[in-house]
């Protein structure tokens, strides 16, 4: 069955950078577009970031536009999120998505890894 298993979180200090990976299985990883959702404490869900299937054509949220890299390693069935210059703000569960980010339509996501960025 799909499985979308997030990793790489953590505490890191204001201005420092973490990568989360997301590890897909039980589907055919290239076909499909992948996401990054995060969820601050208290607050809803919030899109951060794109890639799509084939040539992955990226996008972010304004909020981390210039910060947060995504990538794909298809032969790795790997989903990536690289966070540079980590704020506060940036404290959530991060959750990858299986879906398309233009349609907003999603079908699984995975578990979730918890970023607290703090001094």
């Known amino acids: 069955q799909v499985q979308l298993v997030e990793s790489g979180g953590g505490l890191v200090q204001p201005g420092g950078s973490l990568r989360l990976s997301c590890a897909a299985s039980?589907?055919?990883?290239?076909?499909?577009?992948m996401s990054w959702i995060r969820q601050a404490p208290g607050k809803g869900l919030e899109w951060v970031s794109g890639i799509n299937s084939g040539v992955g054509d990226t996008s972010y949220a304004d909020s981390v536009k210039g910060r947060f890299i995504i990538s794909r390693d298809n032969a790795k069935n790997t989903l990536y999120l690289q966070m540079n210059s980590l704020k506060p703000e940036d404290t959530a569960v991060y959750y990858c998505y299986r879906g398309d980010y233009v349609l907003k339509q999603y079908d699984y996501w995975g578990q979730g890894t918890q970023v607290t960025v703090s001094s």
């Open positions: 039980g589907f055919t990883f290239s076909r499909y577009a």
